[in-house]
């Protein structure tokens, strides 16, 4: 019995190892396993040796592992980077920025933040589409991650805009980095059935200088980048003090989305006076923004925050429609005069506008002829071939075409005598301080020279004073704009200045002569 009993228990025991290492040992590596992944570690795999079922369950439970862990990574890596150009988005950007911070720069070494913004990528994506603007934003992609070093960071923050990280940099080379990038990029672009010129702004802040987080470091590029944009720098680096400027730029970037339907913007009209009949030929819109705490915002405020923005298009709509409609009530009034309207640049890159301003003319009841549209030198500058096509649709609707600012611009006399243009208007910087033997008048007799010599008719804006009418008249000049004879004035009150008398046969330009309203900034 002794021995039987001893044999039993030995049984028991071998039994009991058996089953330990056969199966509760695997199923405690198991549950340990389950634990792991609960918690979001799949780096250790499961070790389960055996032909047994449990091996069997071991096996398909590390697949399992295997194929959360690849999930995870790919939901992670989704999480982190754009989709479209495969670079890190903004979300590990910010991260990437948090941990550069960390880190310490002595001497005159620094981390650089660049925030860079295609110029122009709204046109292309509205113009040429959305799966060509996607290759042109996979290019750049491309391009900058070429640009930059092996160490330096380039993200999509969204859009058009991307973020650069530029690490352990010497000052004096910051922004020769910064327009070498700008260079590698403007390479023009081949594309199946066209090619382009891509082009950007580039906004640089440096840390510890500018800002010592990631917010104020972002914000701060961001400003620069909006300097750098607005004045056509390339490349702007932040100067101290910027702040306030950008906060107010925000705030009316937003208050004047609502202008329009708020009937804060209103227009102003400005006599052209011919000289050689000394009548009043045409008058130019001018938009104005009252806002309702801010009093007066000028254009030259406003105007590039609706660039900016990508507001402009509604303005200019805004602007044509309310001038076409005072220029239809000014006929019926037995008052027949050409109605001037400024185009901006992204205007010109809109492909309905021609379809538009066609509706328009015809809505109102105005002949196209008395329409002219003024686009600045710099405007026609940026894109000369897509600006000469988008021209020439204009003239064959019959509408006029000006370039204005004359000379301030960089255009060659190669592509003036290539733009389908009717009248030159010399920038007012010329004329306001004409006097006789200067380089303005020099200047600008050239340019009307020059303009006779092309076709062309020739506008004087600008003239304050009698002296510099008398010049104009010498040399020639075709029209002639500017307080001289009238402020920009209301509707009404321009009707009411064409019908009295203003306009004798030889309008003297006498100062006895100037419209009462007219005050001198």
Not at 368 to 376: R, S
Not at 443 to 456: D, K, Q
Not at 477 to 490: I, K, R, W
Request: contains cysteine; negative net charge.
């Amino acid at each position: 019995i002794l021995a039987l009993s001893g044999i039993a228990a030995l049984v028991a025991l071998m039994l009991a190892a058996w089953l330990g290492r056969n199966i509760s040992r695997p199923i405690g590596l198991l549950a340990v396993a389950a634990q792991r992944v609960q918690s979001g570690d799949y780096s250790q795999p499961v070790e389960v040796r055996g032909r047994d079922e449990i091996a069997d369950l071991a096996n398909a439970f590390g697949n399992m592992q295997g194929e959360i862990s690849a999930r995870e990574e790919r939901i992670l890596h989704q999480a982190n980077h754009d989709a479209l150009t495969g670079l890190p988005n903004r979300n590990l950007a910010r991260d990437r920025l948090e941990s550069a911070l960390r880190r310490s720069y002595g001497g005159d070494r620094c981390c650089v933040v660049l925030i860079m913004d295609l110029d122009r990528f709204k046109e292309i994506n509205d113009t040429l589409g959305h799966d060509f603007a996607d290759k042109v934003l996979s290019e750049v992609g491309v391009r900058l991650r070429q640009a930059v070093e092996s160490a330096d960071f380039v993200a999509r923050l969204g859009g058009d805009e991307f973020m650069l990280l530029l690490e352990d940099v010497k000052r004096s080379e910051v922004m020769a980095r910064a327009k070498g990038l700008l260079s590698h990029l403007r390479r023009p672009l081949d594309l199946p059935r066209t090619s382009i010129n891509l082009d950007a702004s580039v906004g640089v802040a440096l840390y510890p200088d500018h800002g010592t987080d990631s917010e104020t470091l972002l914000r701060r590029a961001d400003i620069a980048l909006y300097e750098a944009k607005s004045a056509h720098l390339g490349v702007a680096m932040y100067q101290p003090g910027r702040d306030e400027t950008h906060l107010r730029r925000l705030s009316l970037m937003t208050d004047l989305r609502q202008a329009i339907d708020r009937r804060e913007l209103h227009l102003r009209f400005q006599p052209k006076v011919d000289v050689a009949s000394s009548r009043v030929a045409h008058v130019e819109a001018l938009l104005r923004w009252t806002h309702p705490a801010l009093g007066a915002i000028g254009p030259d405020e406003f105007i590039p925050l609706a660039e900016h923005s990508g507001f402009i298009h509604q303005i200019t709509r805004y602007v044509l429609d309310e001038a076409l409609r005072a220029n239809a009530e000014w006929r019926r009034q037995g008052v027949d005069l050409g109605l001037a309207v400024n185009l901006s640049a992204m205007d010109l890159m809109d492909a309905d506008l021609p379809d538009y301003l066609h509706d328009c003319l015809q809505r109102h009841g105005v002949p196209a002829h008395k329409l002219i549209l003024e686009v600045t030198e710099g405007a026609l500058m940026r894109d000369v071939e897509y600006a000469i096509r988008m021209l020439q649709r204009l003239r064959d609707g019959g509408m006029r075409l000006a370039i204005d600012d004359f000379g301030t611009g960089y255009s060659s006399l190669a592509q003036l005598k290539r733009m389908p243009v009717d009248e030159l208007k010399i920038d007012k910087s010329f004329v306001m301080q004409l006097v006789d033997g200067s380089d303005d008048a020099v200047i600008v007799r050239s340019t009307i020279e020059l303009g006779h010599n092309m076709g062309l008719s020739v506008i004087a804006e600008g003239v304050e004073d009698d002296n510099a009418m008398a010049l104009l008249r010498s040399y020639r000049c075709d029209m002639v704009q500017g307080y001289l004879f009238s402020p920009p004035l209301e509707e009404g009150e321009l009707l009411d200045w064409c019908r009295k008398d203003l306009q004798p046969a030889n309008l003297p330009y006498a100062p006895s002569l100037l419209h009462p309203a007219v005050v001198r900034a």
